[in-house]
């Protein structure tokens, strides 16, 4: 009896040692599943426009009132083919309410043109959302035309644009829930920053494009081309901007994009927001590619200075990420 009872103790411990093992290899094996199921989970939810992984779909307001909605200002110039493809591509955006577009031509619209972009508004508008199309008339040939006041805008949230870019959806709205947590700010896509001009002094600035941007990763104005701003600011510029930074602006054709940079810096003293999304140009480069055009970027910049009593601009080096589209490096 004695000589059998250490053979059965190290019997009983084997039986032990293989059950913790086979248990362990068990969790594991569990443990390994959960985690394949769960990125498969994560990665089919990226492909979607909004997300619903553990009950959550990305809306913050899907309703009619003004924070849940906006609208889109476009501005164009005699460039037909660029604003039909515009007017089609952002009539499919879920959350867009209207299109308002800035025409400031010698003729008002062709009947054509106001059928065939009321055809496809019509088309491409959402079931449950029908896009309101309007035609901003104005008589003066004027970039300031891009920021009148308007009366009727129902949406607090304005997308300004101009017509020779595009913007997927999805980054449109991003770039709107962006907003939505920052709705005193411009949040956009295309960054440009300043600087002090050593040479000149301490109240003299240089203006500094994307290169700029790039190189040092701080911007400090985000342009009209493409951002969003609360309709208030339309109200603001209408009203309470210069009238002789608006004659400048008339005169030289530039610049009302960093004037209205200047104005909503000027009423938060905060940075704007700079959101990360895809841009595609559908037409030429504009004022941008001609020679001079830093030069008299930076002449307007000191202009607004003079005007504003101060540097009102604020630098930043923040940019919003959809984390949705960036987690896997």
């Not at 001009?197 to 790039?214: I, L, P």
């Not at 600011?233 to 209205?260: H, W």
């Not at 910049?301 to 604020?314: A, Q, S």
Request: glycine share 6%; with cysteine; aromatic share 12%.
């Amino acid at each position: 009896m004695r000589g059998g009872l250490p053979i059965s103790r190290r019997s009983v411990f084997k039986l032990r040692q293989v059950g913790i093992g086979t248990l362990g290899s068990a969790k594991i094996k569990i443990l390994l599943c959960g985690c394949v199921v769960l990125s498969l989970l994560a990665i089919a939810n990226r492909n979607r426009d909004s997300s619903s992984f553990m009950g959550w779909t990305g809306d913050f307001d899907r309703s009619s009132s003004p924070r849940g909605r906006y609208s889109i200002l476009i501005n164009t110039w005699k460039r037909y083919d660029l604003l039909k493809k515009s007017i089609s591509h952002y009539t499919s955006c879920p959350r867009l309410d209207s299109i308002h577009i800035v025409w400031s031509e010698p003729d008002p619209p062709s009947d054509s043109l106001k059928r065939y972009l009321n055809h496809v508004v019509r088309s491409n508008s959402r079931k449950d959302q029908q896009v309101e199309l309007v035609f901003d008339i104005n008589k003066e040939d004027s970039l300031n035309n891009r920021f009148k006041e308007i009366k009727d805008l129902k949406t607090d949230a304005v997308f300004s644009i101009d017509d020779d870019v595009i913007f997927p959806c999805t980054s449109v709205e991003f770039a709107f829930t962006v907003w939505q947590s920052a709705s005193d700010t411009m949040v956009g896509y295309v960054p440009r920053t300043h600087w002090v001009d050593q040479k000149k002094g301490e109240n003299k600035y240089k203006y500094g494009g994307w290169w700029s941007v790039w190189w040092t990763g701080t911007y400090s104005m985000v342009l009209s081309k493409a951002a969003f701003f609360h309709k208030k600011y339309l109200k603001l510029y209408t009203d309470e901007m210069p009238a002789s930074l608006k004659e400048y602006i008339t005169k030289n054709r530039n610049c009302e994009d960093i004037a209205m940079s200047f104005l909503v810096a000027n009423a938060t003293d905060a940075p704007p927001i700079w959101v990360k999304g895809k841009i595609f140009e559908i037409g030429s480069t504009g004022i941008s590619s001609l020679g001079g055009h830093s030069e008299r970027r930076t002449e307007c910049v000191n202009k607004f200075v003079d005007e504003f009593g101060r540097m009102p601009l604020v630098p930043t080096v923040m940019k919003a990420v959809d984390s949705r589209y960036s987690w896997f490096w």
